[in-house]
């Protein structure tokens, strides 16, 4: 009856859904895990598999609509336009917006010492996800004034809370990473004078434009393979500062170092004019 197909909806879908990209996006953070580093990580790889996961459903739903089926009308134009309307222009970031909770409880509990927020971050976040989910789903069963309702008080300002959040993470990373990087450098990892160019976003955008202006696209994808290893170097050596270094830390750290090493002779940062060898 119509009781169990809302519970359905509001209830055993939103637990469903964030349950199986929980454990996709564990799959995924398993399978490129050496690239797991942070909350920061967590939220970037939860929103590929929320936007997969909701370029899926969509297909699948504006499909279903224009065909006619149970609670998306009869069919046709005007049902595939409705349609298109609420889940591709109004929430088409409610699935990365979910899958978040769930890749900042796992990005804390990757870069936790603590026991209990490793065990216990990835579920609150996926609980969280579900919550969401469920509340969202909930506001389209009970009319458009509602569904706009909860979109405007609640949706809209979390997600916006989220963007603020994520924005605080990547300034706060910007510290840690430069502070790993320095410890790094007096162990004779790197040159000290390079991490001014690859901690900040605008100054690595400006590093690969003056090797490119100086070496072409050869010059410049050397510069962008540097700066990528020494920042995966930084987080890796962050984690090992913190304690929570991961099992492979010293074979992960060889491999940028070495990368850094062979690049570094042939590359120039702005106001060098002769790379150092």
């Known amino acids: 009856g119509g009781s169990s197909e809302a519970a359905s909806i509001a209830i055993v879908a939103p637990l469903t859904e964030e349950f199986t990209k929980g454990a996709f996006l564990v799959l995924l953070l398993w399978w490129r895990r050496h690239e797991l580093d942070g909350v920061l990580d967590g939220i970037v790889y939860a929103g590929m598999v929320g936007i997969g996961f909701a370029f899926t459903e969509n297909i699948l739903y504006l499909a279903a609509s224009y065909d006619g089926a149970p609670g998306l009308g009869p069919g046709g134009g005007e049902a595939l336009t409705v349609v298109f309307i609420m889940r591709c222009l109004i929430s088409p970031f409610a699935h990365p917006f979910f899958a978040a909770f769930t890749g900042i409880g796992i990005g804390l509990a990757i870069s936790s010492r603590s026991t209990a927020i490793k065990l216990l971050g990835p579920l609150v976040g996926v609980s969280l996800a579900a919550l969401m989910h469920g509340i969202w789903n909930y506001s389209t069963l009970t009319g458009i004034g509602n569904f706009f309702l909860v979109y405007g008080l609640m949706m809209f300002p979390v997600f916006l809370g989220l963007i603020a959040f994520a924005v605080y993470r990547r ?33 690595r955008r400006q590093a690969r434009t003056w090797a490119r202006r100086g070496g072409g696209p050869q010059a410049e994808r050397a510069m962008r393979d540097y ?29 940028h170092v070495e990368v850094l090493r062979t690049i570094r002779p042939y590359i120039s940062f702005p106001g060098q004019v002769v790379p150092p060898r």
């Open 171 to 203: 300034r706060s990373e910007h510290g840690l990473l430069a502070e790993a990087l320095h410890d790094a450098a007096s162990r004779g990892l790197l040159p000290v004078t390079d991490i001014p160019w690859l901690v900040d976003l605008r100054h």
């Open 227 to 255: 700066q990528a290893a020494a920042i995966e170097l930084g987080y890796l050596h962050h984690r090992y500062l913190r304690g929570t270094a991961p099992g492979d830390f010293a074979v992960r750290g060889h491999e």
